[in-house]
């Protein structure tokens, strides 16, 4: 997980040359986002916990399987997400427990200029901690800016790299999340050339 | 359209905001100083019942020492001070006045004491092991006693006596240390404690949640607890055999001796570079223990006899053993 981060922070550098296309109204897509994250939980007063918060390692994956333009500069997708957290980083004789979650997900894309743009999720998960089949209700806000990466041969292949925030609203704490990943779009159309940036 | 230069610049400044954010945050367990290496306090209560008129037991004691043997060589090959205490009913005696016979009294009397011990210190842990009887029965689900915990006979004139669940746990409570409650007896699942959680996205508190104290049980609260003789050494509790197991325990490493009646060396040992299954990145879980007592379990035992160990909820776990502790002072 490391090394994808680390790779991503090396090809960040690439995202400042990028360039950026506009969409055509009710244009279609699917799409595929994976997340590298830190994943920090934070423990309720009753957990009487000696840090005030505990560091996990976390993935996150998102299938879109349609997503519609409903502007030159608003997209709306639905899908589905899947995340895992690993156990924390132990301190003294506690640790916190790995979990797994999945659930629908909606978002809307906003593009800020032609190579930026923020999206805002909202995801209903099923969670449970690994070993217990406990499951229980987790619902993520999410903010998660894009960057249009190099343009691709296909106008209608976008990937862009993305900076996930995430926060995790549960009964009993709260977490948040950051990290690194990339997000694959497939169009139904390709742009117009000559809207391409230069 | 254009580049925009400005917001590009930003939009870094801004990630580089995140990423030193990030790694702080990361590093919490990290730059907060560690506490110290904990001792390991470990108690064992256990009864064979041949002393009284109460179903004897034939593989609790044997358990219990197993289980000392285990832990005080796990301790010695991960580096872990531990310190043990046992309290047996073994056999036909009846040492009433002595003071590790398991009379309700007696076991209350030494958690007391060790809730007032400068021994103890806050980032110890404190292991209570009980193999024996749980009191109730399969028809009898509204009993408010069903679960507790059947103690030695402390005269002539009663058969036993019964040590209630929140006895225990208002003398867990007492002790300042990290518990760890291993309970191998029927209806055991009784003793633990909800996390608070719902699943209306609050939370209930007020239900005697306590953070310090985690759970290992043979049973559910509605279950029996069986033993057997699993590999031709002798009877053993299912959940202690696979905990043992799960420790590294290997029967075939050394001879059982009993004289008298009276279990005198224990059959089996740790080899020092064994393979211990729990212990996964240098340290031992409570969960993990979990995990494998409960797979192999449900490998043994046939649908007709049920048994189903249990362990406390929430996102807090245990960490029973750590190599990284003997880097601590």
Same mark, same amino acid.
């Given at each position: 997980?490391?090394?994808?981060?680390?790779?991503?922070?090396?090809?960040?550098?690439?995202?400042?040359?990028?360039?950026?296309?506009?969409?055509?109204?009710?244009?279609?897509?699917?799409?595929?986002?994976?997340?590298s994250n830190w994943y920090g939980s934070i423990p309720s007063g009753f957990h009487n916990d000696p840090l005030p918060i505990r560091s996990h390692l976390a993935m996150n994956t998102s299938v879109f399987p349609f997503s519609v333009v409903l502007s030159p500069t608003v997209e709306f997708s639905t899908g589905f997400s899947v995340t895992y957290?690993?156990?924390?980083?132990?301190?003294?004789?506690?640790?916190?427990?790995?979990?797994?979650?999945?659930?629908?997900?909606?978002?809307?894309?906003?593009?800020?200029?032609?190579?930026?743009?923020?999206?805002?999720?909202?995801?209903?998960?099923?969670?449970?901690?690994?070993?217990?089949?406990?499951?229980?209700?987790?619902?993520?806000?999410?903010?998660?800016?894009?960057?249009?990466?190099?343009?691709?041969?296909?106008?209608?292949?976008?990937?862009?790299?993305?900076?996930?925030?995430?926060?995790?609203?549960?009964?009993?704490?709260?977490?948040?999340?950051?990290?690194?990943?990339?997000?694959?779009?497939?169009?139904?159309?390709?742009?117009?050339?000559?809207?391409?940036?230069? | 359209?254009?580049?925009?230069?400005?917001?590009?610049?930003?939009?870094?400044?801004?990630?580089?905001?995140?990423?030193?954010?990030?790694?702080?945050?990361?590093?919490?367990?990290?730059?907060?100083?560690?506490?110290? &290496?904990?001792?390991?306090?470990?108690?064992?209560?256990?009864?064979?019942?041949?002393?009284?008129?109460?179903?004897?037991?034939?593989?609790?004691?044997?358990?219990?020492?197993?289980?000392?043997? &285990?832990?005080?060589?796990?301790?010695?090959r991960m580096g872990t001070s531990i310190q043990t205490m046992m309290m047996l009913q073994e056999g036909t005696a009846t040492p009433y006045t002595d003071q590790l016979y398991p009379t309700k009294a007696h076991i209350l009397a030494q958690l007391e004491a060790f809730a007032t011990s400068v021994d103890i210190q806050s980032t110890d842990i404190?292991?209570?092991?009980?193999?024996?009887?749980?009191?109730?029965?399969?028809?009898?689900?509204?009993?408010?006693?069903?679960?507790?915990?059947?103690?030695?006979?402390?005269?002539?004139?009663?058969?036993?006596?019964?040590?209630?669940?929140?006895?225990?746990?208002?003398?867990?409570?007492?002790?300042?240390?990290?518990?760890?409650?291993?309970?191998?007896?029927?209806?055991?699942?009784?003793?633990?404690?909800?996390?608070?959680?719902?699943?209306?996205?609050?939370?209930?508190?007020?239900?005697?949640?306590?953070?310090?104290?985690?759970?290992?049980? &043979? &049973?559910?609260?509605?279950?029996?607890?069986?033993?057997?003789?699993?590999?031709?050494?002798?009877?053993?509790?299912?959940?202690?055999?696979?905990?043992?197991?799960?420790?590294?325990?290997?029967?075939?490493?050394?001879?059982?001796?009993?004289?008298?009646?009276?279990?005198?060396?224990?059959?089996?040992?740790?080899?020092?570079?064994?393979?211990?299954?729990?212990?996964?990145?240098?340290?031992?879980?409570?969960?993990?223990?979990?995990?494998?007592?409960?797979?192999?379990?449900?490998?043994?035992?046939?649908?007709?006899?049920?048994?189903?160990?249990?362990?406390?909820?929430?996102?807090?776990?245990?960490?029973?053993?750590?190599i990284a502790w003997q880097a601590t002072p």
């Amino acid at each position: 997980m490391l090394c994808v981060s680390m790779i991503l922070l090396l090809a960040l550098p690439l995202t400042m040359v990028s360039a950026g296309h506009v969409r055509e109204e009710s244009e279609v897509s699917a799409g595929l986002r994976v997340e590298s994250n830190w994943y920090g939980s934070i423990p309720s007063g009753f957990h009487n916990d000696p840090l005030p918060i505990r560091s996990h390692l976390a993935m996150n994956t998102s299938v879109f399987p349609f997503s519609v333009v409903l502007s030159p500069t608003v997209e709306f997708s639905t899908g589905f997400s899947v995340t895992y957290a690993s156990t924390s980083l132990a301190y003294g004789v506690s640790i916190w427990r790995a979990f797994f979650a999945f659930g629908p997900t909606v978002e809307f894309t906003m593009a800020l200029n032609p190579s930026f743009s923020i999206t805002t999720a909202g995801t209903l998960f099923i969670s449970s901690y690994v070993h217990l089949k406990d499951p229980t209700l987790m619902v993520r806000l999410s903010a998660i800016p894009e960057l249009e990466l190099l343009p691709l041969t296909d106008t209608r292949h976008s990937i862009t790299l993305v900076f996930p925030v995430h926060v995790d609203l549960r009964s009993d704490y709260t977490s948040v999340s950051a990290g690194l990943g990339l997000r694959w779009r497939y169009y139904s159309k390709s742009v117009n050339p000559e809207e391409f940036i230069p | 359209m254009r580049k925009c230069k400005k917001s590009s610049f930003i939009f870094m400044l801004g990630l580089a905001l995140l990423g030193i954010a990030i790694l702080s945050l990361t590093a919490c367990e990290l730059i907060t100083p560690k506490p110290i &290496a904990p001792t390991i306090h470990l108690l064992i209560i256990s009864l064979d019942y041949k002393n009284t008129s109460v179903t004897p037991l034939n593989g609790t004691i044997r358990d219990a020492k197993e289980i000392k043997a &285990a832990v005080q060589a796990l301790g010695a090959r991960m580096g872990t001070s531990i310190q043990t205490m046992m309290m047996l009913q073994e056999g036909t005696a009846t040492p009433y006045t002595d003071q590790l016979y398991p009379t309700k009294a007696h076991i209350l009397a030494q958690l007391e004491a060790f809730a007032t011990s400068v021994d103890i210190q806050s980032t110890d842990i404190f292991m209570l092991y009980y193999s024996g009887h749980g009191i109730g029965s399969a028809f009898d689900t509204e009993n408010p006693d069903r679960g507790n915990l059947v103690t030695a006979k402390p005269n002539n004139s009663t058969a036993y006596e019964t040590l209630s669940i929140q006895e225990i746990k208002d003398a867990l409570h007492e002790i300042d240390a990290t518990k760890l409650l291993l309970v191998d007896a029927c209806y055991s699942g009784h003793f633990i404690t909800d996390y608070p959680v719902t699943q209306e996205m609050r939370v209930s508190l007020g239900s005697g949640y306590d953070s310090d104290l985690y759970y290992l049980t &043979a &049973a559910s609260d509605v279950q029996l607890s069986y033993e057997s003789d699993l590999d031709g050494f002798g009877n053993h509790g299912y959940f202690t055999y696979y905990l043992l197991e799960g420790l590294g325990w290997n029967h075939s490493l050394g001879d059982e001796v009993v004289t008298s009646g009276i279990i005198t060396q224990v059959g089996g040992g740790l080899r020092v570079d064994g393979v211990i299954p729990v212990l996964k990145n240098s340290r031992i879980i409570v969960t993990d223990i979990y995990e494998y007592i409960s797979n192999s379990i449900k490998t043994k035992l046939s649908i007709l006899f049920r048994q189903t160990p249990q362990t406390g909820k929430g996102p807090m776990d245990m960490v029973l053993f750590d190599i990284a502790w003997q880097a601590t002072p």
